[in-house]
């Protein structure tokens, strides 16, 4: 019987997912040790525009993927390689948009234990997740992909 990675399996949640889970896991913490430490010192208004540009961010990379009908699934194969609208600008417009939303989530609630978390889920998404699309996409484009990557950069 083939063995099969443990972090692989978590390709199996959808990334959106994991960031929910790891903003969860810092809330119960936060509540948990609230007595022992500050309050980010951070305007909620700060927080509201990190969030709604990370939103706007993430939705109009998800929107050009629903315009295109290809698949937003990692390893899955693509029926089309999306390079306009937020991916002439960065190759993974979605991962940045929930990155800064979950900051501006953090800096609306004004929780700092949830930031903690934030790290673990931008490594498992740069070093997990990305790798299996971008293997897929070359697979897939080969020679397209390879000249996109060259282009575009993977994050800013």
Excluded: H
């Amino acid at each position: 019987m083939p063995q099969t990675n443990p972090i692989r399996l978590l390709l199996n949640i959808p990334v959106p997912w994991v960031f929910v889970l790891a903003y969860l896991a810092g809330v119960g913490v936060d509540i948990a040790w609230r007595s022992a430490g500050p309050t980010l010192p951070v305007p909620a208004a700060v927080g509201v525009v990190l969030f709604v540009i990370g939103a706007v961010i993430a939705g109009w990379g998800l929107a050009t993927f629903r315009r295109t009908r290809t698949t937003t699934v990692p390893g899955k194969a693509s029926s089309a390689l999306v390079t306009w609208g937020p991916y002439r600008f960065t190759r993974n417009p979605m991962y940045i948009g929930l990155t800064l939303a979950y900051i501006g989530e953090a800096g609306i609630l004004r929780q700092e234990w949830p930031l903690a978390f934030l790290p673990f889920v931008v490594a498992y998404v740069n070093w997990i997740v990305i790798p299996v699309e971008e293997e897929k996409l070359n697979e897939v484009f080969g020679t397209e992909y390879a000249n996109y990557r060259q282009r575009v950069r993977r994050w800013l």
